[in-house]
């Protein structure tokens, strides 16, 4: 009995597998909000704002003191298109599902996914608290500790949280901690995949991808100090004065501030470690400037409290890393400190083959049309999609 034809269905619905098997970093993140882009056409620039958890203060004795609603917000826009294209004959249509998958489809969209994983990577550059050494690849219990150690002074929930991690600190961490565990399991499944695997150390899962990308610093000014103090609740730009003449920070850069204390967002009180900030606006100056930084900074007498005082005027900023040196970054985060949404693309009329399929979330369209002018049936493969860091507190860089 002969083949029947592949159909345009079944080729979306098994490249979209595929995509969703090959997602490492945007498998675990936070894709709640993904019914709300789920409309015909959706185009780039589709925006929705995301109402964060409200923050009050607690008040002691019996007198009532109504605080108003502190509500914040964030958005998450539909900015990323990303497509690879495929061909396929009309011979290839007459295989077997799983072979086609093998030979046409699995080649190209793992590619995609690696892509869109490397995109989503990037959302370091949103977030302040970091572990571990840079210029050293993570190796012991330690550096995943203390990452954990960040979430909890950041409050956030224990589960579920992950730890993504290039190739190199895989590598090191399975050989530094291969004798620490005793489940028999544990061990078993690090010793035959060479992977940390599941329920390690409170991760729900510790995984690598190769889609961790590198931060590459600034190339900054030397005695780096306050320029002025800050005065004003919220302040997200911070007057520096440096040595040095056309100098850089970047975006993702990080910094402490002498003095300057992170608080526990729940009891506001000091955790003991300063805190972290990141650039988040690109700057070139010569012996002063401002930069833009996150978190904004409130002291431990706000609802929204980040800091357990104000940055004084000269007190010493202390860069991370090296000026002008590049550095992996890998991840730990909290489901719901990412989040990701793909949108429904619209599905066009007079091709030779069109379909979008959704599983899990994610939309995926497959449009095929004949090429009269080179005698060609080019094939695309399309995800659009957004993602956004709404919970920076939530998640930690751990340097390479």
């Known amino acids: 009995m002969s083949n029947s034809l592949l159909t345009i269905d079944m080729i979306t619905r098994k490249a979209l597998q595929i995509l969703e098997n090959n997602l490492v970093i945007t498998r675990n993140v936070n894709r709640q909000y993904d019914d709300s882009f789920a409309v015909e056409g959706a185009k780039i620039g589709s925006t929705l704002r995301i109402r964060l958890p409200d923050r009050a203060l607690v008040t002691d004795g019996a007198a009532l003191q109504v605080q108003d609603d502190n509500e914040q917000f964030t958005t998450l826009t539909v900015a990323n298109q990303k497509h690879i294209g495929i061909n396929f004959t009309s011979a290839e249509l007459t295989m077997q599902l799983d072979d086609f998958a093998e030979r046409v489809l699995k080649p190209r969209v793992s590619q995609l996914a690696a892509s869109i994983d490397a995109d989503v990577a990037n959302a370091y550059k949103s977030i302040y608290a970091s572990v571990g050494t840079p210029g050293t690849t993570p190796s012991t219990s330690l550096v995943l500790l203390q990452g954990q150690q960040k979430l909890n002074e950041a409050a956030a929930g224990m589960a579920p949280r992950y730890a993504t991690v290039n190739p190199a600190a895989n590598a090191n961490l399975v050989e530094g901690m291969k004798g620490f565990f005793n489940p028999v399991d544990t061990i078993s499944r690090q010793f035959k995949a060479g992977m940390m695997g599941q329920g390690v ?11 961790i990308v590198n931060h590459t610093t600034g190339d900054w000014g030397t005695s780096i100090t306050m320029g002025a103090t800050v005065s004003s609740q919220g302040a997200s730009s911070l007057s520096i004065s440096f040595t040095g003449s056309s100098k850089t920070w970047k975006v993702g850069d990080v910094f402490t501030i002498a003095n300057v204390y992170a608080v526990n967002p729940q009891t506001r009180q000091s955790t003991g470690s300063l805190q972290q900030f990141v650039v988040t606006e690109d700057l070139t100056a010569s012996s002063s400037g401002t930069l833009k930084v996150s978190p904004a900074i409130y002291t431990s007498s ?84 957004g993602y956004s860091v709404i919970r920076p507190q939530m998640a930690c860089r751990m340097w390479g």
Do not use: W
């Open 201 to 211: 150390l409170g991760y729900d899962e510790i995984n690598m991808s190769q889609s």
């Open 302 to 385: 706000q609802a929204l409290a980040t800091v357990d005082s104000f940055p004084q005027s000269g007190a010493a900023i202390t860069m991370l890393g090296n000026a002008n040196s590049q550095y992996a970054q890998n991840l730990v985060y909290h489901k719901d400190a990412i989040t990701f949404a793909t949108a429904d693309l619209v599905l066009p009329q007079g091709v030779d083959m069109a379909s979008r399929q959704v599983h899990n979330g994610i939309s995926m369209r497959i449009v095929r049309q004949y090429d009269i002018n080179n005698d060609r049936m080019p094939c695309r493969i399309d995800v659009l999609y």
